[in-house]
């Protein structure tokens, strides 16, 4: 939708907090708006999952709430296939260079996946890109053909091309 900077930024903040799933919901209702009417088939909606123990911290669940919002919007079925095993470190207070790291073989498939069904990866901000690549990587090794993105915030500039 935009960068992570000025009026996004303050509402993805809040999206993340344990009193911002209004402000998820509706990022998620406006996130639809990119990819409505861009594919033949009714993609599954897949939230990047984060581990139980972060959730339980954080208090709330940001990528799953969008991704259930813009389910709902769109009419498209929404599925957790993925979850992650094992605990991460925070990928915004990583080097660059950590990133790709921290995610490997971080996540798994927790049930088949229709080899013909698109999926849409959700979440809210996306930096490096690292771990919507893994995701990406171990979705195709779990046989989807089809994957995209939406996400709500690109990161600054500097982390561009990396």
């Not at 861009?38 to 799953?64: C, L, N």
């Not at 809210?124 to 994957?147: F, H, N, Q, W």
Request: aromatic fraction near 6%; charged fraction near 25%.
């Amino acid at each position: 939708m935009g960068n992570y900077e000025g009026t996004l930024r303050k509402a993805v903040l809040l999206a993340k907090s344990n009193r911002g799933t209004p402000a998820a919901w509706d990022l998620g209702q406006l996130l639809t708006s990119n990819l409505e009417g861009k594919t033949t088939m009714q993609p599954w909606i897949v939230p990047v999952p984060m581990h139980w123990t972060r959730r339980i911290r954080r208090g709330t669940d940001t990528a799953a709430i969008l991704a259930k919002s813009f389910a709902r919007k769109t009419g498209w079925p929404y599925r957790k296939l993925v979850y992650c095993q094992r605990r991460l470190a925070k990928q915004s207070e990583l080097p660059i260079t950590s990133r790709k790291k921290n995610v490997r073989n971080a996540f798994a498939v927790q049930r088949p996946i229709l080899l013909d069904r698109p999926i849409v990866l959700v979440d809210d901000i996306m930096t490096t890109g690292a771990t919507l690549v893994e995701l990406s990587r171990i979705l195709r090794k779990a046989g989807a053909s089809e994957i995209r993105v939406a996400i709500v915030a690109r990161s600054t500039p500097q982390y561009l091309n990396v």
